[in-house]
Nanobody
Framework: QVQLVESGGGLVQAGGSLRLSCVVS????????MGWYRQAPGKQRELVAR???????NYANSVKGRFTISRDNAKNTVYLQMNSLEPDDTAVYYC?????????????WGQGTQVTVSS
């Protein structure tokens, strides 16, 4: 059973920074892509950033230039460095990955970590 455990959320003032961590049970190399999603109250969950095993990344337009996703394969950990935080970044942030089985695709999610940005 794959488990993802996030940490690093908290309360920060606008303009501040936070770094989220996601520790994956087992080898992170088993997964081609790792991602961070977020869900604000009353809104749909949205992709924030994704990193592939080769190191390529993509970001939501709203966070480009402010957030950086990275992975440490030796520590089975994915990070999301968040700078210049804005009140609109307030949300629960979730770590995500997935695997393809003969029966289909399976998504894995962490429990989420709350990020609150005050104005």
């Amino acid at each position: 059973q794959v488990q993802l455990v996030e940490s690093g959320g908290g309360l920060v003032q606008a303009g501040g920074s936070l770094r989220l961590s996601c520790v994956v049970s087992g080898s992170i190399l088993s997964f081609n892509a790792m991602g961070w999603y977020r869900q604000a109250p009353g809104k749909q969950r949205e992709l924030v950033a994704r990193i592939l095993s080769g190191g390529s990344t993509n970001y939501a337009n709203s966070v480009k230039g402010r957030f950086t996703i990275s992975r440490d394969n030796a520590k089975n950990t994915v990070y999301l460095q968040m700078n210049s935080l804005e009140p609109d970044d307030t949300a629960v942030y979730y770590c995500n990955t997935g695997q393809r089985f003969p029966t289909g695709w399976r998504d894995y999610w962490g429990q989420g970590t709350q990020v609150t940005v005050s104005s």
